[in-house]
């Protein structure tokens, strides 16, 4: 399954979010609701974040929803909702060599 994370664009969008102003960088409701529907519509499984969804889905559901994995674009008639599509990677776990940190 490809694993990826979608990011509402919100009125904040074009600034830099930091401690005084990251409320504004949170998805409006109306916002998180389209894009709720839009994604349930493309069967792909999604869980709603503060600031968008975390989802998973087959590599044909995501090529027929966002183009390419490669370079991943949300489609015309979502880009006014979706400011940015990311491929999530595995966590990459090393060898402790039986040593524990606790």
């Known amino acids: 399954p490809i694993r990826f994370d979608i990011l509402i664009r919100t009125v904040a969008s074009s600034r830099t979010p930091d401690l005084s102003n990251i409320a504004d960088f949170r ?3 109306e916002s998180l609701e389209r894009t709720r529907h839009w994604l349930a519509a ?3 499984v999604f869980h709603a ?46 060898d402790q060599g039986g040593m524990s940190l606790f």
């Open 49 to 94: 974040t503060p600031f968008g969804f975390a989802c998973t889905c087959s590599k044909d559901q995501f090529k027929k929803a966002f183009g390419s994995i490669e370079n991943p674009q949300p489609p015309t008639d979502m880009t006014e909702l979706i400011e940015q599509v990311t491929l999530t990677v595995d966590p990459e776990f090393f």
């Open 42 to 44: 493309r069967e792909i």
């Open 27 to 29: 998805a409006d409701s």
